[in-house]
DNA sequence: GTAACTGCAAAATATTTGCATCCTT
DNA sequence: AAGGATGCAAATATTTTGCAGTTAC
């Protein structure tokens, strides 16, 4: 089940209304989400800090990832594979519109294997790539 | 010519202390470095605000580039290729180890291709590898 | 000499922490 | 009832902007 109140139960965490709210932005948006984005649309109903705390819970749970990005501004999606609690499978590639400024999870896009030099042991891998998504041609 | 008054020449750049200094630090390090490591090395020789605007004016010649990083703090790596003003050529994998914390340039590493979803355009591609590096094993 | 660069002050923005209160289970 | 979650206040961190004084060429 991939509604709010499923993954909230799936991952041990109580009820609340600032979680279901927020995890219902994640499902309902297929781009990645600032934190500002989200205060955006809550508006006045939670506190910030309450976002930031939420946030980070769900990142803890493995129900959220962030997002690398250039600009410096941390961006949040929805883990669509089978991350547990720390343990993400975040192979897919991220794609940044450089005119809409959406960020998308390419999920069924995944990162090619990359040979690194001896010595250096990955854990894990992201692949960001900016450009000019479909919408903005 | 690698040093930093060629550097600075090179790209029409007057020749200040600060510009000197923090293309030096660069110049020294095998490593992606914050807007804070810059200004622990240079102390108060510098002010906050000076190291900013020529970190921004490195990145605008394009003899510096942003890595993108999960953790979100921004870090600038000397651009070892032919970087020009407004056109970077940076498809070098970057390494963060997740023990000492260094982002390290993969210069011979290059990013392998990636088929993209019709419609998306690629104009740049990062790839950041999280994971231990030599010195850490 | 002039345009560009720097330092200082301050504003704007982003994020974290402590604590008292409230809500979920 | 008890532990966890929230809201508020405030501290801390980060980045930007305006302006006056200084420096490179």
Known sequence: MTDALSILKRNHLSNTDSRRAILEIFLQSDNALAHNDIEKITGERFDRVTVYRTLQTFIDKGIVHTIPTADNATRYALCRENCTEGHHHDDHVHFIC??????????????????LPRGYDATQINMIVNGICPDCR
Do not use: F
């Open 98 to 115: 450089e005119v809409c400024g959406k960020t998308t999870c390419l999920d069924n896009t995944h990162i090619p294997a990359v040979k």
